[in-house]
């Protein structure tokens, strides 16, 4: 919904048009976080989804030197215990929920002891604000062992580990988060519709990495665009949700 990370707001009827056009062809998951737009993607996703919010899964991400109140882009990272707190309490508010399904890390703060981010994490978990947690581009040395101890099933860090096996040539283009979803879920007999965008460095080996990570699933054309254009790509993704004929 946010073609960059810098502040720029989008048409808010469009984008709340696709979330829900999106929803009626089936999609339960959004990804958000609070450095999209700063904060205006939230906003808009909070406000597309209020009518179905208990049928969908919401994800966003802390980890951006933020400023908590006007949205503001300051240099670095912060992971701060008190700033995750903070951040997710605003997250509530943009998103217009009680909880969030699943909050993870956006970067790793070197400054911060990851022990430090999983206690926070762990009190908002505890407090109901936060559902599932995670880490976005870590490596294996941050998750093991100490990240287990804070509530992290070891059979995820297996996934994890499987799916980072696979990931080691330079040309992978896939997310981790992707294919470790990919290594923990039984997709045999499901129907995979990628949609894919990219700035401009194409598609990589990424429909072979999800072909390989879920090999029993039946994967059909989907969609590959290249976000140079904002109104333009909006436009087409629209269009392709439109066009999308799965049998259920």
Same mark, same amino acid.
């Given at each position: 919904?946010?073609?960059? @990370? ?15 056009? %999106? ?6 998951? @959004?990804?958000?976080?609070?450095? @999209? ?38 240099? &670095? ?73 804070? &509530? ?48 401009? @460095? ?8 999800? %072909?390989?990570?879920?090999?029993? %699933?039946?994967?059909?054309? &989907? ?5 140079? *254009? ?5 436009? *087409?993704?629209? *269009? ?9």
């Amino acid at each position: 919904m946010s073609r960059t @990370y810098q502040t720029m707001i989008p048409t808010r009827p469009e984008m709340i048009s696709i979330i829900r056009t %999106a929803f009626d062809r089936g999609l339960t998951f @959004y990804d958000a976080a609070e450095a @999209y737009g700063p904060h205006e993607v939230e906003r808009i996703l909070g406000e597309g989804v209020s009518p179905f919010r208990d049928q969908v899964v919401i994800a966003s991400k802390f980890g951006w030197n933020i400023d908590l109140e006007t949205g503001e882009r300051r240099p &670095g990272l912060n992971s701060r215990p008190d700033h995750i707190k903070f951040a997710v309490e605003g997250m509530l508010k943009r998103l217009r929920t009680d909880r969030i399904d699943l909050v993870y890390q956006h970067r790793v703060d070197p400054e911060v002891p990851i022990e430090d981010v999983a206690g926070a994490v762990k009190d908002l978990i505890a407090e109901g604000k936060v559902l599932h947690w995670g880490l976005s581009e870590m490596g294996l040395d941050t998750l093991r062992p100490r990240v287990v101890r804070h &509530g992290c099933p070891e059979r995820i860090l297996n996934a994890v580990a499987r799916a980072g096996r696979a990931g080691d040539s330079t040309r992978m283009t896939a997310p981790s988060i992707v294919r470790s979803f990919l290594s923990r879920h039984d997709l045999s007999g499901k129907t995979l519709v990628p949609f894919i965008t990219h700035g401009g @460095y194409g598609l990589g080996n990424s429909l072979a990495v999800v %072909a390989e990570h879920a090999p029993r %699933a039946l994967l059909v054309d &989907g969609s590959s665009k290249h976000c140079d *254009q904002e109104r333009e790509t909006l436009r *087409q993704v629209t *269009q392709w949700l439109e066009s999308i004929q799965i049998n259920r």
